[in-house]
């Protein structure tokens, strides 16, 4: 595939449909055949200058011949602020680029700017909007629009959007696919972040970790401290469930990190998992205090839920109903399930019927604390006397 072509094409058939134009319409304007426009959109037939300056003034594009390619053009400086995690510096290369929009939008780097809008809105965490959803659809027809460098990057992160739509196995596939590629080692490894989480959540634990390991290595020898550090994080994920004492010295040793590196929303992430381990561990007094330093920020549900049992554990009432009301205002603005938060609200408010008839109810927002809260369930209903009840839940946990 002639590369240039591919992008030319790919930027006049998009400035021709955002100006709802057929290409019929276009061909009866300019005076050439729409299979010729089409061979030119398809990468087909590179037009000659004549015909590129009637094109560009009929979409009322700016035509400089030394703009239109662009030799020197490349995302690399974005790529690099998401690498090495700095946020205030992928901002700035997205500032620049859309001060350089309109010559970027009559240039063969028109997908780039597209694929770079794109990146940095996921990365912001505006996954469900409309425009997020739009620029992709776009994308999914640029191909050879894009660089192979390019292609990578749009591959991690279609796999990254799907995980946040919580598509699992699509969000692996892809990157599996951008993997394939294996252009950069920093990319490789960053998609490999991404792998392990997207293991971890099919529950195969092993395998995750050795793919965690894996990003891990290649953060550490490539100098990418601050990825590093949030891939540890991942790690201590994987050990909550069994061991939650190697969680809990994994992180300790990110807290320690994240304050070396001035990390500040690294350093919450750690208390959060300090919290979780600190509860399996029955430690509730050092819970409650890891979920109080970082409760005003997170809002995850397993951290609400430590909170609210730790506060219970430890007599103090006020504490519990203030994760609980952060936990129903998370699972109201999520349309999630209540039914881990009406069994804790029956926990504290001492009410049997409720906690007999919550009793067998899953618990789908709990995650690592499922463990945690089938053993709460069960001392309530041994205690309340429902022994029949209790080896139910027994059996339901074992499934």
């Known amino acids: 595939m002639d590369y240039p ?3 030319l094409g790919f930027m006049l058939r998009q400035n021709r449909l955002d100006q709802n134009l057929s290409l019929r319409s276009l061909a009866e304007r300019t005076g050439i055949s729409a299979m010729y426009l089409s061979d030119v959109e398809n990468g087909v037939q590179r037009p000659a200058e004549y015909t590129l300056r009637k094109l560009f003034s009929e979409l009322a594009l700016p035509y400089d011949p030394a ?4 030799p020197d053009f490349s995302l690399a400086p974005l790529y690099q602020a998401i690498l090495d995690y700095r946020m205030d510096r992928r901002d700035v290369v997205f500032e620049d680029l859309c001060r350089k929009r309109e010559t970027l939008s009559a240039s063969c780097h028109y997908a780039q700017l597209l694929l770079a809008e794109w990146i940095v809105r996921i990365s912001r965490g505006e996954n469900r909007t409309g425009e997020v959803f739009a620029l992709r659809e776009v994308l999914e027809k640029a191909g050879s629009a894009l660089t192979l460098q390019d292609q990578q990057w749009y591959r991690l992160y279609r796999g990254i959007h799907h995980k946040a739509l919580d598509e699992v196995e699509a969000a692996q596939s892809w990157l599996i696919r951008a993997e394939a590629l294996g ?12 792998e392990a ?3 971890m959540r099919l529950q195969r634990p092993q395998s995750a970790l050795l793919m965690n390991q894996r990003a891990l290595d290649q953060f550490s020898r490539n100098g990418y401290f601050v990825r590093a550090i949030h891939t540890r994080i991942h790690q201590a994920d994987l050990f909550l469930n069994d061991e ?7 992180a300790l040793r990110v807290r320690q990190e994240a304050e070396r590196f001035q990390c500040p929303e690294v ?18 007094e050092a819970a409650l205090a890891h979920a109080q330093a970082c409760a005003a920020v997170i809002h995850r549900p397993p951290l609400l839920i430590a909170g609210a049992v730790a506060a219970w554990l430890c007599h103090q009432q006020e504490a519990c109903l203030f994760f609980l009301r952060r936990m129903k205002e998370e699972v109201e603005r999520k349309h999630q399930s209540d039914a881990t938060l009406r069994w804790l609200m029956a926990l504290i408010n001492e009410d049997a019927k409720q906690l007999v008839e919550l009793s067998l109810q899953p618990d789908p927002l709990a995650g690592v604390l499922r463990k945690k809260l089938v053993q709460l369930r069960f001392q309530a209903l041994v ?3 429902e022994h029949d009840l209790a080896c139910q839940l027994i059996q339901q946990a074992r499934l």
Not at 183 to 194: F, P, S, T, V
Not at 244 to 250: F, G, I, R, V, Y
Not at 267 to 284: G, H, K, N, S, V
């Open 244 to 250: 939650p004492e190697t969680a809990q010295t994994l």
């Open 383 to 385: 205690r309340l006397q």
């Open 267 to 284: 350093q919450l992430m750690a208390e959060e998992r300090l919290a979780l381990a600190a509860l399996l561990l029955d430690q509730p």
């Open 5 to 7: 072509k591919q992008a």
């Open 197 to 199: 989480d997207c293991l």
């Open 67 to 70: 703009l239109v390619w662009l």
């Open 183 to 194: 252009q950069d080692e920093g990319a490789q490894a960053l998609i490999r972040y991404h």
